[in-house]
Protein backbone atom coordinates (compact mmCIF):
# COMPACT_ATOMS: atom_id res chain seq x y z
CA UNK A 1 0.00 0.00 0.00
CA UNK A 2 1.26 3.20 -0.95
CA UNK A 3 1.66 6.21 1.23
CA UNK A 4 -1.20 8.04 -1.11
CA UNK A 5 -3.42 4.83 -0.31
CA UNK A 6 -2.71 5.22 3.24
CA UNK A 7 -3.77 8.59 3.69
CA UNK A 8 -6.88 8.27 1.53
CA UNK A 9 -7.76 4.86 4.01
CA UNK A 10 -7.29 7.52 7.36
CA UNK A 11 -9.49 9.75 5.79
CA UNK A 12 -11.93 7.16 4.71
CA UNK A 13 -11.84 6.47 8.73
CA UNK A 14 -12.22 8.97 9.85
CA UNK A 15 -15.21 10.16 7.66
CA UNK A 16 -16.33 6.96 9.47
CA UNK A 17 -16.21 8.45 12.39
CA UNK A 18 -18.28 11.65 12.07
CA UNK A 19 -21.16 9.71 10.41
CA UNK A 20 -21.12 7.69 13.60
CA UNK A 21 -21.02 10.01 15.60
CA UNK A 22 -23.71 11.75 13.69
CA UNK A 23 -26.04 8.73 14.42
CA UNK A 24 -24.95 8.88 17.83
CA UNK A 25 -27.34 12.01 17.92
CA UNK A 26 -29.83 10.91 15.61
CA UNK A 27 -33.09 8.82 15.11
CA UNK A 28 -35.08 7.23 12.77
CA UNK A 29 -37.53 10.26 12.42
CA UNK A 30 -34.54 12.80 11.22
CA UNK A 31 -34.34 10.79 8.20
CA UNK A 32 -37.89 10.34 7.81
CA UNK A 33 -39.03 13.92 8.15
CA UNK A 34 -37.51 14.92 4.75
CA UNK A 35 -39.27 11.89 3.01
CA UNK A 36 -42.44 13.09 4.45
CA UNK A 37 -42.08 16.44 2.74
CA UNK A 38 -41.94 15.42 -1.00
CA UNK A 39 -41.78 19.05 -1.70
CA UNK A 40 -39.13 20.17 0.07
CA UNK A 41 -37.89 16.81 -1.04
CA UNK A 42 -37.96 18.27 -4.87
CA UNK A 43 -36.56 21.15 -4.33
CA UNK A 44 -33.08 19.93 -2.58
CA UNK A 45 -33.23 17.69 -5.17
CA UNK A 46 -33.44 20.49 -7.99
CA UNK A 47 -30.64 22.17 -5.54
CA UNK A 48 -28.19 19.55 -4.44
CA UNK A 49 -27.95 17.53 -7.85
CA UNK A 50 -29.75 19.00 -11.06
CA UNK A 51 -28.58 22.85 -10.58
CA UNK A 52 -25.08 21.95 -9.89
CA UNK A 53 -24.77 19.79 -12.51
CA UNK A 54 -25.84 21.81 -15.24
CA UNK A 55 -23.55 24.84 -13.90
CA UNK A 56 -20.77 22.27 -14.02
CA UNK A 57 -21.71 21.25 -17.99
CA UNK A 58 -22.21 25.05 -18.81
CA UNK A 59 -19.01 26.07 -17.31
CA UNK A 60 -17.45 23.65 -19.10
CA UNK A 61 -18.66 24.40 -22.46
CA UNK A 62 -18.32 28.35 -22.43
CA UNK A 63 -14.92 28.60 -21.01
CA UNK A 64 -13.52 25.98 -22.36
CA UNK A 65 -11.47 24.31 -19.28
CA UNK A 66 -8.78 21.63 -19.06
CA UNK A 67 -9.81 18.54 -18.86
CA UNK A 68 -8.96 18.17 -14.71
CA UNK A 69 -10.97 20.54 -13.73
CA UNK A 70 -14.09 19.88 -15.86
CA UNK A 71 -13.88 16.35 -14.27
CA UNK A 72 -13.33 18.18 -10.95
CA UNK A 73 -16.16 19.69 -11.65
CA UNK A 74 -18.21 17.19 -12.74
CA UNK A 75 -17.26 15.18 -9.73
CA UNK A 76 -18.07 17.51 -7.22
CA UNK A 77 -21.65 18.35 -8.73
CA UNK A 78 -22.16 14.83 -8.08
CA UNK A 79 -21.37 14.27 -4.55
CA UNK A 80 -24.03 15.96 -2.64
CA UNK A 81 -24.08 16.29 1.45
CA UNK A 82 -20.30 15.71 3.31
CA UNK A 83 -19.93 14.51 6.37
CA UNK A 84 -19.05 17.90 8.08
CA UNK A 85 -22.80 19.51 7.46
CA UNK A 86 -24.63 19.08 10.42
CA UNK A 87 -21.85 20.85 11.93
CA UNK A 88 -21.77 24.00 9.63
CA UNK A 89 -25.14 24.31 9.98
CA UNK A 90 -25.02 24.11 13.88
CA UNK A 91 -22.69 27.02 13.65
CA UNK A 92 -24.84 29.11 11.43
CA UNK A 93 -28.05 28.11 13.91
CA UNK A 94 -29.57 26.31 11.19
CA UNK A 95 -31.90 23.12 11.59
CA UNK A 96 -29.74 20.00 12.47
CA UNK A 97 -31.85 17.05 12.02
CA UNK A 98 -32.72 18.28 8.62
CA UNK A 99 -28.86 18.04 7.87
CA UNK A 100 -29.09 14.77 9.02
CA UNK A 101 -31.99 14.13 6.66
CA UNK A 102 -30.60 15.11 3.75
CA UNK A 103 -27.07 13.76 4.43
CA UNK A 104 -28.92 10.07 4.73
CA UNK A 105 -31.59 10.59 1.95
CA UNK A 106 -29.09 11.99 -0.61
CA UNK A 107 -26.24 9.54 0.09
CA UNK A 108 -29.10 6.96 -0.93
CA UNK A 109 -29.99 8.74 -3.65
CA UNK A 110 -26.66 9.12 -5.22
CA UNK A 111 -26.50 5.12 -5.54
CA UNK A 112 -28.83 5.88 -8.69
CA UNK A 113 -28.08 9.36 -9.66
CA UNK A 114 -24.25 9.42 -9.97
CA UNK A 115 -24.52 6.73 -12.43
CA UNK A 116 -27.49 7.92 -14.29
CA UNK A 117 -26.27 11.42 -14.35
CA UNK A 118 -22.46 10.45 -15.33
CA UNK A 119 -24.20 8.91 -18.42
CA UNK A 120 -25.61 11.56 -19.28
CA UNK A 121 -22.70 14.03 -19.09
CA UNK A 122 -21.24 11.28 -21.70
CA UNK A 123 -24.01 11.42 -23.83
CA UNK A 124 -23.34 15.35 -23.73
CA UNK A 125 -19.55 15.56 -24.58
CA UNK A 126 -19.75 12.47 -27.17
CA UNK A 127 -17.72 10.07 -24.80
CA UNK A 128 -18.77 6.86 -23.10
CA UNK A 129 -18.97 7.33 -19.62
CA UNK A 130 -20.10 4.72 -17.32
CA UNK A 131 -19.60 4.53 -13.28
CA UNK A 132 -20.91 1.22 -11.97
CA UNK A 133 -24.06 1.54 -9.41
CA UNK A 134 -22.68 -1.02 -7.41
CA UNK A 135 -19.07 0.60 -6.98
CA UNK A 136 -21.25 3.43 -5.54
CA UNK A 137 -23.38 1.49 -3.40
CA UNK A 138 -20.04 0.36 -2.03
CA UNK A 139 -18.89 3.72 -1.20
CA UNK A 140 -22.16 4.90 0.11
CA UNK A 141 -23.19 1.96 2.46
CA UNK A 142 -19.57 1.91 3.84
CA UNK A 143 -19.07 6.07 4.43
CA UNK A 144 -22.51 7.22 5.34
CA UNK A 145 -25.03 4.77 5.89
CA UNK A 146 -23.25 1.62 7.25
CA UNK A 147 -22.13 4.17 10.11
CA UNK A 148 -24.97 6.50 10.63
CA UNK A 149 -27.26 3.20 11.19
CA UNK A 150 -25.02 1.70 13.76
CA UNK A 151 -24.80 5.24 15.64
CA UNK A 152 -28.52 5.72 15.31
CA UNK A 153 -29.31 1.91 16.55
CA UNK A 154 -26.36 2.16 19.60
CA UNK A 155 -28.71 5.76 20.73
CA UNK A 156 -31.90 3.58 20.79
CA UNK A 157 -29.99 0.91 22.79
CA UNK A 158 -27.72 3.02 25.25
CA UNK A 159 -28.41 6.16 24.91
CA UNK A 160 -26.89 7.10 28.19
CA UNK A 161 -23.59 5.55 26.84
CA UNK A 162 -24.17 7.32 23.33
CA UNK A 163 -24.23 10.81 25.02
CA UNK A 164 -20.96 10.16 26.45
CA UNK A 165 -19.11 8.88 23.78
CA UNK A 166 -20.43 11.05 20.91
CA UNK A 167 -18.47 14.14 21.12
CA UNK A 168 -15.09 12.50 21.68
CA UNK A 169 -15.89 10.04 18.61
CA UNK A 170 -16.50 13.04 16.64
CA UNK A 171 -13.19 15.15 18.30
CA UNK A 172 -11.41 12.29 17.32
CA UNK A 173 -12.83 11.64 14.04
CA UNK A 174 -12.10 15.49 13.31
CA UNK A 175 -8.67 15.59 14.24
CA UNK A 176 -7.83 13.08 12.40
CA UNK A 177 -9.60 14.07 9.08
CA UNK A 178 -7.69 17.55 9.66
CA UNK A 179 -4.20 15.30 10.17
CA UNK A 180 -5.12 13.80 6.78
CA UNK A 181 -6.03 16.99 4.79
CA UNK A 182 -3.07 18.25 6.18
CA UNK A 183 -0.94 15.27 4.40
CA UNK A 184 -3.03 15.65 1.11
CA UNK A 185 -2.58 19.15 0.96
CA UNK A 186 1.23 18.29 1.46
CA UNK A 187 1.25 15.92 -0.65
CA UNK A 188 -0.60 17.96 -3.72
CA UNK A 189 0.94 21.62 -2.53
CA UNK A 190 2.99 21.40 -5.70
CA UNK A 191 0.08 20.43 -7.91
CA UNK A 192 -2.21 23.18 -6.27
CA UNK A 193 0.38 26.03 -6.49
CA UNK A 194 0.74 25.59 -10.27
CA UNK A 195 -3.47 25.86 -10.26
CA UNK A 196 -3.54 29.13 -9.07
CA UNK A 197 -3.40 32.07 -11.63
CA UNK A 198 -5.17 29.99 -14.27
CA UNK A 199 -8.43 30.89 -13.63
CA UNK A 200 -9.06 27.88 -11.72
CA UNK A 201 -9.58 29.73 -7.82
CA UNK A 202 -12.24 31.64 -10.01
CA UNK A 203 -14.08 29.03 -11.36
CA UNK A 204 -14.04 27.01 -7.85
CA UNK A 205 -15.14 30.57 -6.41
CA UNK A 206 -18.17 30.22 -9.03
CA UNK A 207 -19.53 27.14 -8.01
CA UNK A 208 -19.89 27.89 -3.81
CA UNK A 209 -21.19 31.07 -4.28
CA UNK A 210 -23.55 29.79 -7.46
CA UNK A 211 -24.11 26.66 -4.59
CA UNK A 212 -24.95 28.75 -1.60
CA UNK A 213 -27.41 31.42 -4.04
CA UNK A 214 -29.34 28.39 -5.14
CA UNK A 215 -29.64 26.76 -2.12
CA UNK A 216 -30.64 29.91 -0.20
CA UNK A 217 -33.24 30.34 -2.46
CA UNK A 218 -34.97 27.20 -2.91
CA UNK A 219 -34.81 26.63 0.76
CA UNK A 220 -38.37 27.82 1.16
CA UNK A 221 -39.67 30.59 3.78
CA UNK A 222 -38.58 28.32 6.44
CA UNK A 223 -34.81 30.31 7.52
CA UNK A 224 -33.03 27.27 9.48
CA UNK A 225 -34.23 25.00 6.44
CA UNK A 226 -32.73 27.68 3.70
CA UNK A 227 -29.66 27.45 5.78
CA UNK A 228 -29.29 24.20 5.39
CA UNK A 229 -29.72 23.65 1.87
CA UNK A 230 -27.81 26.64 0.83
CA UNK A 231 -24.39 25.38 2.79
CA UNK A 232 -25.48 21.51 1.18
CA UNK A 233 -25.20 22.54 -1.82
CA UNK A 234 -22.42 24.56 -1.75
CA UNK A 235 -21.01 21.75 -0.04
CA UNK A 236 -19.67 18.52 -1.58
CA UNK A 237 -18.18 14.85 -0.79
CA UNK A 238 -14.84 14.74 -1.03
CA UNK A 239 -14.40 10.83 -0.84
CA UNK A 240 -17.38 10.67 -3.26
CA UNK A 241 -16.02 13.16 -5.71
CA UNK A 242 -12.52 11.43 -5.77
CA UNK A 243 -14.14 8.18 -6.32
CA UNK A 244 -16.58 9.41 -9.06
CA UNK A 245 -13.46 10.71 -10.69
CA UNK A 246 -11.56 8.04 -10.53
CA UNK A 247 -13.92 5.62 -12.05
CA UNK A 248 -15.58 7.40 -14.53
CA UNK A 249 -12.69 9.24 -15.80
CA UNK A 250 -10.03 7.32 -14.86
CA UNK A 251 -7.08 9.57 -17.29
CA UNK A 252 -7.27 12.56 -15.91
CA UNK A 253 -4.78 13.83 -13.41
CA UNK A 254 -4.75 16.17 -10.65
CA UNK A 255 -8.40 16.21 -9.78
CA UNK A 256 -7.50 15.36 -5.63
CA UNK A 257 -5.36 18.56 -6.12
CA UNK A 258 -8.28 20.37 -7.51
CA UNK A 259 -10.40 18.90 -4.59
CA UNK A 260 -8.31 19.69 -1.79
CA UNK A 261 -8.46 23.50 -3.48
CA UNK A 262 -12.09 23.02 -3.76
CA UNK A 263 -12.22 22.17 0.48
CA UNK A 264 -9.93 25.56 1.42
CA UNK A 265 -11.60 28.09 -0.49
CA UNK A 266 -15.23 26.42 0.00
CA UNK A 267 -13.87 26.90 4.20
CA UNK A 268 -13.61 30.43 3.00
CA UNK A 269 -16.26 31.39 1.24
CA UNK A 270 -18.50 29.90 3.81
CA UNK A 271 -17.53 31.21 7.10
CA UNK A 272 -19.20 35.12 6.12
CA UNK A 273 -22.19 33.17 5.38
CA UNK A 274 -22.75 31.12 8.06
CA UNK A 275 -21.95 34.04 10.41
CA UNK A 276 -24.60 35.81 8.53
CA UNK A 277 -27.04 33.19 9.31
CA UNK A 278 -25.90 33.02 13.31
CA UNK A 279 -26.41 36.46 13.41
CA UNK A 280 -29.98 36.99 11.52
CA UNK A 281 -30.98 33.89 13.67
CA UNK A 282 -29.98 35.13 16.72
CA UNK A 283 -31.45 38.56 15.78
CA UNK A 284 -34.62 36.93 14.55
CA UNK A 285 -34.83 34.84 18.38
CA UNK A 286 -34.33 38.47 19.82
CA UNK A 287 -37.30 39.63 18.36
CA UNK A 288 -39.57 36.81 18.84
CA UNK A 289 -38.32 37.42 22.44
CA UNK A 290 -38.81 40.65 22.81
CA UNK A 291 -42.29 40.35 21.44
Do not use: C
Not at 13 to 29: C, E, H, M, N, Y
Not at 116 to 143: C, E, K, M, N
Not at 151 to 176: D, M, N, S, T, Y
Amino acid sequence: MTTAEIVILIVKLSIVGLVFAIGLRSTPDDILSLLRRPGLLARAFLSLNVVMLLFAIAAIKLLDLRTDLGVALIALSLSPVPPLLPRKVAKAEGDENFAIGLLAVFAVLSIAWIPLAVHGVGIVFGRQLDVSPRAIAWIVATLVVVPLMAGIALRRLAPAFARRIEHKVALIAGIVLLLGALLIVASAARTMLGQIGDGTMLVLVAFIVIGLLVGHLLGGPDPEERTDLALATASRHPGLALATAQMAFPSAQAVTALVAIYLLVNVLIGLPYIKWRARASAANAGGMSAA
